[in-house]
């Protein structure tokens, strides 16, 4: 049984369920309903998306082990060898990956493409330069690409750019709140940081308005061509409001770290609620 909890640690089972809820999202914006290909889709991508999370954890053990946030995951904490975990990584990459493939070709290799840059290129780049978000929020951006393709959906669509688009923007804001809450810890550990280039007021304001541009972004969609039951875009507009405002007090009305944690849960859940409600958008009649 413990095993099996570090297991779960082990392949991030939040963020991989994260990660397959926005490849729902891009599924049921082209197919609507649920078809033997959607739970093809959930299964395969999770796995994928726990595989490659395995997969980074094996490779920044060591960096994991000298930061409080992260020297309880599975490998520091000795609850896995690291042996174990890469046997673990590769046996979720490829049995994701052959879960994924009988959606399709092209969901595949997108999900492929998704490995090779967070456990590529971000990981690769994170002790070397600020920028390593960049790549960071486009693995953010192809899951909903997944599922679109995985539901038969062409990749040039307004419908699936969009939502491509606000993932990545949502991203951003992620990377840099740990940043600020964690920026000693990521210095120790060697990581490159835009903390050595702007003080923790540059980075909040910096993530303020690229909330805001992000947020103001979502109120777009009916020009992209989806199209909002009025009382969920109405919904959406007034929570986004709101969540605009929360973000602002928390984020220049206190001076507690901790706060910043609310921040990160606020920015998260949103997210959610948006992805739910496009989801609910396209299966309702």
């Known amino acids: 049984m413990e095993f099996a909890l570090s297991v779960f640690k082990l392949i991030k089972y939040k963020l991989s369920l994260a990660v397959t ?22 299964g ?10 395995a997969l980074n954890q094996f490779q920044e053990r060591d960096r994991d082990a000298i930061m409080n946030r992260t020297c309880r995951r599975p490998i520091p904490a000795k609850q896995i060898e690291p042996s174990s975990a890469l046997i673990l ?16 070709t092209l969901p595949v290799l997108l999900g492929l493409l998704t490995v090779l840059l967070y456990n590529g290129l971000y990981t690769w780049l994170k002790p070397r330069s600020s920028f ?14 997944i599922g679109w393709t995985a539901a038969g959906g062409p ?5 699936i750019i969009f939502v491509s688009t606000l993932m990545f923007l949502w991203q951003m804001p992620h990377f ?30 910096l993530v303020f308005w690229w909330m805001a541009v992000s947020s103001a972004f979502l109120l777009t969609a009916p020009l992209f061509g989806i199209n909002l039951r009025p009382w969920l875009f109405i919904s ?15 984020l220049f009305r206190t001076t507690s770290v901790k706060m910043l944690r609310i921040v990160f849960v606020l920015t998260n859940i949103f997210l959610t609620i948006v992805l739910l409600a496009l989801i609910l958008n396209s299966v309702i009649l």
Do not use: M
């Not at 809820?21 to 959930?42: E, R, T």
């Not at 960049?134 to 690409?145: Q, S, T």
């Not at 740990?178 to 120790?188: D, F, G, M, P, T």
């Not at 959406?236 to 973000?247: M, P, R, S």
């Open 44 to 53: 395969g991508l999770f796995c994928l998306a726990g595989g490659s999370a």
């Open 132 to 145: 390593a978000v960049l790549p960071g929020g486009l693995v953010g951006a192809i899951p909903p690409l």
């Open 89 to 104: 990584a590769i046996g979720f990459c490829v049995g994701g990956s052959l879960i994924l493939w009988e959606t399709g």
């Open 21 to 42: 809820l926005s490849a729902i999202a891009g599924y049921s914006l082209y197919a609507g309903v649920a078809g033997s290909s959607l739970f093809l889709l959930i």
């Open 155 to 159: 990749l040039d669509h307004p419908v």
């Open 236 to 250: 959406i507009t007034v929570l986004n409001l709101v969540f605009i405002g929360f973000f602002y007090l928390i």
């Open 176 to 205: 840099w709140l740990l940043i600020i809450r964690y920026s000693k810890e990521y210095e120790a550990a060697g990581f490159s940081t835009l903390s050595r280039t702007l003080d923790d007021n540059q980075i909040k304001r």
